[in-house]
């Protein structure tokens, strides 16, 4: 009989690799708890409007990557619902925001989510049909102050922070503004019509979003295509006075932390609720993500509770690809130097074994990490296991033993030294 699999482009996490999966998330709770976010649990399915007024039709994700299906309706006659998986999160908590009426405590809210999310994509090496985020949201009425600059740079420096206690090495933040909805419009406009004359030289899908969705020609990754978006318009073009001063304001607040970013003018990102600040951090070639190397991404969504029938009430979010962190956080633990004990200490002759043990006892206590091999090896094979798991080797013979001084070679300084046994532990810290 045939055996069944995983559905293609899903996978099981196993041991040992869910420890790390622990890990990552302890972190980014402990990390978003002294930022004063707390969690948010949304259903993983919602009606398919949610997404198709709040990510917009024309995106990649609401025109062909959806899980849609039609329920059932409760009797003949009731019409059943279109209903949706969740492909991304930040719809669902603005709508859980309106639907518990969240604004009326006029303070500003920070919530943050894990979970996992759904996309028909080409599954491929950090892409995946059911990949997950951890993200979170930062919003509430103008009057809490969830339209400031200072906001959209206090979650970038978290973003930064969390990146760095995990020990992700090389991130690189891109950073752009979008513009308000009316600087949006407009750039679309302008867009629409630089792309009038040329479109027919461009690929079929890049034809289509130059009439329906022109921002998306700038995502475009088609190589034939770069000529022409490259001499495009910028957006910062269309920036009114109010968008060029906060995206001032944010990357003033970014320099005054230290947090360190690119601009990238054609950032627009894939999803239409966004305003004003968008940003993608990524990793370096080479970081286990191969193409997919968009680490996380997020912006700012002004609009969006409004979209969605609710009171106005501007935000900004991020949502980090679990799945890529996690390929990344392995790729890079592989490359780096595989850390070695501080000594490793060879018996001569199994009469040898108890104290060397006992020495090993010592050492361990003191803090150092040691291992102990076997009064049965010869010399010749001791060496070789120590050259492989230790920075230094102890010699425990029965002069050693009898005398008190030991002799302890340096692998990498390639010398032999005799130590007094007061003296070893400071000599194998150094
Ligand atoms: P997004 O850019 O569509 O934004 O996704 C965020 C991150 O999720 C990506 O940078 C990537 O790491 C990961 N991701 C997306 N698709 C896949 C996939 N098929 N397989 C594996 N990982 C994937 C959003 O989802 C917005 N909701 C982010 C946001 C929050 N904006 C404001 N608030």
Not at 136 to 165: F, K, Q, Y
Not at 181 to 205: F, I, N, T
Not at 366 to 378: H, I, K, M, Y
Request: a negative charge.
């Amino acid at each position: 009989m045939a055996t069944i699999k995983a559905v293609r482009g899903t996978r099981d996490l196993l041991p040992p690799e869910t420890a790390l999966w622990n890990h990552v998330e302890a972190t980014a709770r402990a990390v978003f708890a002294r930022y004063g976010f707390g969690e948010i649990r949304t259903p993983v399915f919602e009606v398919t409007e949610l997404f198709a007024r709040g990510v917009g039709e024309e995106t990649d994700i609401v025109s062909k990557e959806m899980y849609t299906w039609e329920d059932r309706g409760r009797t003949e006659s009731d019409k059943g619902q279109s209903l949706t998986l969740r492909p991304e999160n930040t719809a669902g908590v603005v709508r859980a925001y309106i639907e518990h009426k969240m604004a009326e405590t006029g303070m500003l809210e920070k919530l943050f989510y894990i979970g996992p999310q759904f996309r028909r994509e080409r599954p491929q090496r950090g892409r995946y049909r059911q990949f997950w985020q951890i993200g979170a949201e930062v919003l509430g009425p103008p009057w809490s102050g969830s339209d400031s600059a200072l906001r959209d740079a206090e979650v970038l420096e978290m973003l930064a922070t969390l990146l760095n206690e995990l020990g992700v090495k090389g991130w690189r933040l891109a950073l752009n503004s979008v513009g308000s909805a009316e600087d949006r419009a407009k750039y679309s406009a302008a867009l629409r019509e630089a792309l009038q004359p040329v479109k027919h030289k461009m690929c079929e899908d890049n034809q289509r979003r130059a009439e329906t969705n022109p921002l998306r020609v700038l995502d475009s990754k088609e190589p034939g295509d770069q000529e022409i978006i490259n001499a495009l318009p910028k957006i910062s073009e269309f920036w009114s006075e109010d968008s060029r001063t906060h995206f001032e304001q944010v990357k003033a607040a970014l320099d005054a932390c230290g947090v360190a970013y690119v601009e990238e003018p054609r950032l627009v990102r894939g999803l239409d609720y966004y305003t004003r600040t968008t940003f993608e951090f990524t990793v370096p070639d080479g970081s286990g993500l191969g193409t997919q190397n968009a680490l996380l991404g997020g912006g700012r969504y002004d609009g969006l509770s409004e979209m969605l029938g609710g009171p106005k009430a501007p935000g900004i979010g991020f949502a980090i690809g679990e799945d890529r962190l996690i390929l990344t956080l392995q790729a890079q633990a592989a490359a780096a130097e595989p850390k070695k004990l501080d000594a490793f200490i060879a018996p001569m002759g199994v009469s040898q074994n108890a104290g060397a043990l006992k020495l090993a006892q010592d050492l361990r206590r003191a803090g150092l990490t040691v291992e102990v091999g076997d009064g049965s090896f010869r010399l010749k094979k001791s060496f070789e296991a120590a050259d492989k798991l230790a920075r230094k080797m102890v010699i425990f013979g029965e002069d050693e033993a009898s005398s008190g001084i030991l002799t302890v070679k340096d692998f990498a300084a390639g010398e032999q030294t005799k130590v007094p046994c007061a003296e070893l532990v400071a000599m194998l810290k150094g």
